[in-house]
């Protein structure tokens, strides 16, 4: 059982950065990919970003790549989303989920532990 907690997010002007953290409970942490989604207000729920088990491998959504950078440590259970050049269109609901087949995946349903997510608001 792993339990995810985000933090972090709030409201910032366009062309600004925040840092979204997830902190993991369970001793497990370690064996589960690591994922960031965001959803809209009435759209589906997106693929953001990805990291491998061991931290080694990333995968981004081309919306975001070369702006936001995932990583992971594991010594504090923890996994980052540093968001830079933030758009309005980054403005989101961002979740983070646990995957513990290991691999890089944007889809959904192969995530097994959701976090209940935090406030993204970027101001034009």
């Known amino acids: 059982q792993v339990q995810l907690v985000e933090s972090g997010g709030g409201l910032v002007q366009a062309g600004g950065s925040l840092r979204l953290s997830c902190a993991a409970s369970g001793r497990t942490f370690g064996r589960y990919a690591m994922g960031w989604f965001r959803q809209a207000p009435g759209k589906e729920r997106e693929f953001v970003a990805a990291?491998?088990?061991?931290?080694?491998?990333?995968y981004y959504a081309d919306s975001v790549k070369g702006r936001f950078t995932i990583s992971r440590d594991g010594a504090k259970n923890t996994v980052y989303l540093q968001m830079n050049s933030l758009k309005p269109e980054d403005t989101a609901v961002y979740h983070c989920?646990?995957?513990?087949?290991?691999?890089?995946?944007?889809?959904?349903?192969?995530?097994?532990?959701w976090g209940q997510g935090t406030q993204v608001t970027v101001a034009s």
């Open positions: 990291v491998s088990w061991t931290g080694g491998s990333t």
């Open positions: 989920a646990a995957d513990h087949t290991r691999g890089l995946t944007d889809s959904t349903s192969k995530y097994d532990y």
